[in-house]
């Protein structure tokens, strides 16, 4: 077999530790030398981030986080860490949380220590993102990875179940479009399956028990293989359509990512036949022999664990499609597997509004 790829690693320290988070938060942020910590946490996350504040020596407790990261909240963020003379960032939450950590970081190159309480997985990439005037901007830069993270399955256990299906299948989003993004290749692929396989194990544990620690350990195991994977290979059909989603419409980040899985997953399987055969097996329910195809196997994840189902139950309907149909398919990279048409992600996004059964197109 001939080889030819470039690969690029990430440069993170990952610490795994069930009822350890303030443990090793203390560490980390004692190994990068914080005097003065902004501890960024919404009002969600605000009874746990009083439980690390202890740990660690706070100059800024920051709880004004929203999602998409607006440009003016970044501003505020970035004032407010320069007045405060902050010297390390901790943020401790969600995709929002870390996304506005990054957001700082990307203009100070302060060093940040993430501590998820959500599978988002926005803390293994160095994808950044803010929304201002009606649209999202992404980008990478190695300056807003953080330089730790701080996986504890005890900190999701308050997470309600229906979020935790959302955020788990938001962290599938990142394996499956990882698998045909622009700088897709062998060892990020394989990253991105062994995150689907682990992800798609523990999710249907966590329906099963909500309690279960070590299904809970399985989904941030998957989340940061399916994020790492993600981070090098690039973002993908999914992810433009969701961003451009989010940023113009504000929808909501994990539900909408949930929805149109399927629909993206179904549009490019007849262009990447190896890939989605790999993915089929890496999300079959366990000894049972893979679904016939990919489809069928992230079907029945996801009615295992009664997913998401239709985008016009967080706001979006027909009438929104014209604002967002250019934007997608001019963001949309040109490798895609399938090629695009304005014609077929009308479509596409008619079906995900409805929440029609996504059907694939063998002549595509």
């Not at 443990?23 to 981030?49: C, F, H, K, N, T």
């Not at 396989?197 to 809970?216: E, F, M």
Request: hydrophobic residues 45%; contains cysteine; negative net charge.
């Amino acid at each position: 077999m001939t080889l030819n790829f470039v690969h690029e690693s990430m440069a993170q320290r990952v610490a795994f530790g069930s009822g350890r988070a303030a443990e090793l938060l203390a560490d980390e942020v004692r190994r990068l030398g914080g005097q003065r910590v902004m501890l960024i946490a919404s009002d969600r996350d605000a009874a746990l981030a009083g439980t690390l504040e202890a740990a660690i020596p706070v100059a800024l407790r920051w709880d004004e986080v929203t999602q998409h990261v607006p440009r003016e909240l970044a501003d505020r963020a970035r004032k407010g860490a320069t007045e405060a003379d902050i010297d390390v960032l901790v943020s401790v939450g969600g995709g929002s949380t870390v996304g506005l950590a990054k957001a700082i970081a990307r203009t100070s190159g302060l060093p940040i220590v993430a501590v998820p309480t959500t599978y988002a997985g926005s803390e293994a990439t160095w994808v950044w993102g803010e929304t201002a005037d009606g649209a999202k901007e992404t980008g990478t830069d190695h300056a807003v990875l953080p330089r730790a993270v701080i996986y504890d399955s005890t900190l999701s256990t308050t997470l309600p179940l229906e979020l935790s299906v959302a955020s788990g299948l938001n962290a599938l989003a990142h394996a499956v479009d990882g698998l045909w993004a622009p700088n897709a290749d062998p060892i990020n692929s394989r990253t991105a399956l062994d995150g689907a396989r682990a992800l798609s194990k523990g999710l249907r544990g966590i329906v099963r028990d909500p309690s279960d620690l070590d299904a809970r350990d399985e989904c941030l195991y998957g989340t940061y293989l399916a994020s790492v994977g993600f981070a090098s290979a690039g973002s993908g059909m999914h992810h433009k359509i969701c961003h451009v989603l989010g940023g113009t419409l504000n929808m909501p980040h994990a539900e909408t990512h949930s929805v149109v899985l399927p629909y993206v997953l179904a549009y490019n399987t007849p262009g990447a036949p190896d890939q989605t055969t790999r993915l089929a097996e890496a999300l079959s329910a366990g000894p049972d022999p893979a679904p016939a195809d990919a489809l069928a196997a992230l079907n029945q994840l996801r009615a295992d664990v009664d997913a998401p189902k239709a985008l016009r139950d967080y706001g979006m309907s027909d009438d929104d499609i014209p604002a967002v149909l250019d934007r997608i398919v001019a963001a949309i990279p040109p490798s895609n597997p399938v090629p695009v048409t304005p014609e077929r992600i009308d479509a596409l996004l008619r079906a995900a509004i409805r929440g029609d059964a996504p059907t694939i197109e063998e002549d595509a």
